[in-house]
C-alpha cells in the first residue's frame, strides 16, 4: 500500500487561508469517506482534527475544514493562527487490504 | 478521559525483537479497537495493524506481514506490539491509539505518547 500523496510544506501569513491536498487511488481515498487529518506538534503525539472528510470531532475550532474530489481529499485552515505551525497527515481506509490505513506523506504548514 | 500509557525506550540489537506495551487508564481496554502506528525520525506515520481485544482477532499491514504480532490482555487493560527480525530502518517511536469508534474505517482518536524504539549494534 503506497502513502498517499501531500506536498511537503505549505504557508501563510496569520489570518490567511492555507490548503493542502491529499491524493490517493479509488482503493483508498477514492473509494471510501473514510479520510481523515491529523495535527502533529513537534515531539507531540498525532491529534484528529478531521475524520469522515469533513467532520470535526468536538473542541476541533471551525477553522479547519475538509472536502474531497475523486482520489483527492483537501484540507483547509481558515484564518491562520501561530498555533497551527504543525505537521499535518491525511489518512485514508483502504479496506480491501486486510482492513488497513494508509496515511500521507505530510506537509509542514508554516505561519509566516 | 481515557489516556493510555506505554511502556518506555527500547534500545535493541539488529536481529533481536521488540515488544511494547499500552496500557489503558481510566477506562477498558475492551471498549476500543487499538491500532499501532509507528513514525521513524523525521519521517511520516506507518500504520502497522490493529486488533479487536474483546476478540483478540488482530490484523497487519503487509508491509509487516511474518514479524509483526499485536495481542491483547483485557484483564490487564494492556495491548501490546511485538515486532521481530529488526533492522536499523524499524528505529521509530511507536505510537498505540484507539479508533473512534468499533468498525475497522474508524478514524484514529486517543493517541498514547509513543515509545522510542532504537535499533543500533
Known amino acids: 500500500q503506497s502513502a498517499l500523496t501531500q506536498p511537503p510544506s505549505a504557508s501563510g501569513s496569520p489570518g490567511q487561508s492555507v490548503t493542502i491536498s491529499c491524493t490517493g487511488t479509488n482503493r483508498d481515498v477514492g473509494g471510501f469517506n473514510y479520510v481523515s487529518w491529523y495535527q502533529q506538534h513537534p515531539g507531540k503525539a498525532p491529534k484528529l482534527i478531521i475524520y469522515?472528510?469533513?467532520k470535526r470531532p468536538s473542541g476541533v475550532p471551525d477553522r479547519f475544514s475538509g472536502s474531497k474530489s475523486g482520489n483527492t481529499a483537501s484540507l483547509t485552515v481558515s484564518g491562520l493562527q501561530p498555533e497551527d505551525e504543525a505537521d499535518y497527515y491525511c489518512?485514508?481506509?483502504?479496506?480491501?487490504?486486510?482492513?488497513?490505513?494508509?496515511f500521507g506523506t505530510g506537509t509542514k504548514v508554516t505561519v509566516l | 478521559q481515557v489516556q493510555l500509557v506505554q511502556s518506555g525506550a527500547e534500545v535493541k540489537k539488529p536481529g533481536s525483537s521488540v515488544k511494547v506495551s499500552c496500557k489503558t487508564s481510566?477506562?477498558?481496554?475492551?471498549?476500543?479497537?487499538l491500532s499501532w502506528v509507528r513514525q521513524a525520525p523525521g519521517q511520516g506515520l506507518e500504520w502497522m495493524g490493529r486488533?479487536?481485544?474483546?476478540?483478540?482477532?488482530?490484523n497487519y499491514a503487509q508491509t509487516f506481514q511474518g514479524r509483526l504480532t499485536i495481542t491483547a490482555d483485557t484483564s490487564a487493560n494492556t495491548a501490546y506490539v511485538d515486532l521481530s527480525g529488526l533492522t536499523s530502518e524499524d528505529t521509530a517511536v511507536f505510537y498505540c491509539?484507539?479508533?473512534?469508534?468499533?468498525?475497522?474505517?474508524?478514524?484514529?482518536?486517543?493517541w498514547g505518547p509513543g515509545t522510542s524504539v532504537t535499533v543500533s549494534s
Open positions: 489518512s485514508s481506509y483502504a479496506g480491501t487490504d486486510n482492513f488497513s490505513h494508509v
Open positions: 486488533i479487536i481485544p474483546t476478540l483478540g482477532l488482530a
Open positions: 481510566g477506562g477498558t481496554l475492551s471498549r476500543f479497537t
Open positions: 469522515e472528510v469533513s
Open positions: 491509539v484507539t479508533h473512534l469508534a468499533a468498525g475497522p474505517w474508524e478514524p484514529f482518536d486517543i
